[in-house]
């Protein structure tokens, strides 16, 4: 039997643990009974409420495909059986991605896309779609490698951005070792501007490259708690870095 035993955490981790107690317990006063039973009200509902809206929105989807494919579950079994619809809807996805993959598949659903982009009312539905999906997969592409913070687009202001090529030896993009760096615009990080940045003027980020997706997509909603810590006097920001950076940096 060990002789220590960690004690489980009792308060509620991150975001609501702060909202708990926001002051944290080293305020010195303490708050009334009302007080702390108010907080813990705000926190329960704040945990019901995207529980609520997932299962509403899971059960509007079930009962929306059942109601769908219930022609073709009374047709070849007689009745209407509950869930045939999702399971439908399941294999034709399956289908559909094999058909992608395939390479004359390929090219009919990218004739299908060019139909669909001339029909005036859907062609805008579907490419704001197609754009949300695109979004959606940008963060598992191998191309993006570390996630950045330059000095973009002015003087003293700075922006997140996604490395996808090091450049070791000086080139006509810069005459000395850089990144190709993509900053991409909230909250569509699929359209944006590609940079050249001396590799000394730019300061790496130690968040995921999902994270910074997520902060690009959410307009700075959702933070990554190492970008929520103190700043780092050793790692001045790309802002900072000094004249010399200003005067030899790429494409001066």
């Not at 107690?21 to 995207?50: E, K, Q, Y």
């Not at 929306?64 to 079994?77: A, E, G, K, T, Y």
């Not at 909603?221 to 200003?246: H, K, M, R, T, W």
Request: net charge positive; proline share 9%.
């Amino acid at each position: 039997m060990p002789t220590e035993m960690v004690e489980p955490d009792r308060h509620p981790p991150g975001f609501y643990r702060r909202l708990a107690d926001p002051v944290g317990r080293s305020g010195g006063r303490r708050r009334s009974f009302a007080s702390w039973l108010r907080r813990r009200f705000v926190v329960g509902f704040l945990v019901v409420l995207p529980l609520v809206v997932t299962l509403f929105f899971a059960r509007f989807l079930f009962q929306l495909m059942d109601r769908w494919f219930r022609p073709i579950s009374n047709q070849l079994f007689g009745r209407e059986i509950p869930g045939i619809g999702l399971l439908l809807v399941l294999a034709i996805m399956l289908l559909l991605g094999a058909i992608a993959t395939n390479v004359v598949g390929g090219r009919l659903l990218a004739y299908l896309e060019r139909l669909i982009a001339r029909v005036p009312l859907l062609s805008p539905i579907y490419k704001g779609a197609r754009q949300v999906t695109e979004a959606i997969q940008i963060g598992d592409t191998a191309q993006f490698r570390k996630v950045v913070l330059v000095e973009f687009p002015g003087p003293g202001l700075t922006s997140i951005g996604f490395v996808t090529r090091e450049i070791g030896v000086p080139t006509r993009l810069c005459p000395e070792p850089a990144f190709t760096i993509f900053v991409p615009t909230t909250p569509n990080p699929t359209t944006g501007f590609l940079i050249t940045v001396p590799k000394r003027s730019v300061r790496i980020l130690d968040i995921a490259i999902e994270d910074g997706v997520k902060f690009v997509m959410s307009g700075g909603l959702v933070i990554p708690q190492s970008l929520l810590g103190p700043a780092d006097a050793s790692q001045p920001l790309p802002a900072d870095s000094g004249s010399e950076a200003e005067q030899s940096g790429c494409g001066s």
